[in-house]
């Protein structure tokens, strides 16, 4: 590897930053989800030009996205792996991993939905980590 | 996070001692796989009203549904994975992770059998890590 | 666990190190990626009875593959999980994990094409992390 990378201590607690953050938007805990988010967070995807700015509006996707779930009763299971985290600065890391979108109904086998790769740019602020940068690439759709 | 996180040798091993547990299982060592649980240890789960207590009942469980699989010819693979482990004193932690059981048959493309969410209660004794408690939510049935 | 185990630094280094060497190949840098295993490694699995010896033999027939692939406009992710480290010597480990093969078709549900048991032999030289032996269980054939 001809890039930095973490040592262990960094390395394990980005697979519990990412643990903890899959989880509480599967739970539907959105705001809390909502802040493991900068204020002035960005998400960008290649399924859409326009990518979401700010925590606010990350957020209101994802709740219209949530209770539409709920109502269809899915439980989604957002799990990322195969993750490398590299540090930027004392304070910054870029985390990039696989993400698989596991949709689970009620009496039915779990499906994948999706599979994508995913790089983060990750900021310690007093103490707890937060998303500032995210890129997605859905494998599904054309670069 | 509110809650204590482990520090990364602590997050490590769990992920380890989670790799072995399984494998132990999976590859039908099934005495063995009864020996990372302790004797007084229960199951208990979403599926089923009666948790299993004791390890002498969990270890004849799995024993007759092992010998099910591999009548049947399937290679079942247990993966656990976004975990997070919190200390509870200096000999026990609980760990919460998502599992999915594969299910793999001759000559088939393996199956994404089961979806859960596990909290593990988890003991160190004499050096070695023990489950003490286990709860298991299946995503496909009512909570 | 009756074997020595990794201590927490070289587990995280291992898991990156998996995450590094199949990015490289799922993304197509197969030079890149043939650098991950020693010039005089060596991959077996029950699906071949014809080992394949050293790395430019190794490379070859993943270049061919990956071409065949990106023709069909199919994006593979391989996942490995479930990991144990042992150290064998100073410079030199074993690592045996589970591997799921996704392979993701545009417009499609990803599919999960192959699941295996994989235990590598990897060395420490000048610093870098390269496969010395690689041995697949392909979980769908006999053993």
């Not at 394990?12 to 539907?28: C, K, N, P």
């Not at 967070?41 to 030009?49: G, K, L, M, R, V």
């Amino acid at each position: 590897m001809t890039t930095a990378t973490a040592d262990a201590g960094l390395y394990g607690e980005i697979q519990a930053f990412y643990a903890h953050h899959m989880r509480l938007v599967d739970d539907g805990h959105v705001d809390a989800w909502g802040e493991t988010f900068t204020h002035d967070a960005t998400i960008s995807n290649n399924a859409n030009p326009r990518p979401a700015h700010g925590r606010d509006a990350i957020v209101a996707v994802i709740r219209r996205a949530h209770a539409e779930l709920a109502a269809r009763g899915v439980q989604h299971r957002h799990w990322m792996g195969m993750t490398t985290v590299e540090p930027i600065d004392e304070h910054t890391v870029r985390a990039t991993s696989y993400a698989l979108l596991m949709a689970v109904g009620k009496d039915r086998a779990p499906q994948i939905d999706r599979s994508t790769a995913c790089v983060d740019e990750i900021v310690r602020t007093e103490g707890r980590w937060q998303i500032r940068d995210r890129r997605v690439r859905h494998d599904a759709l054309p670069a």
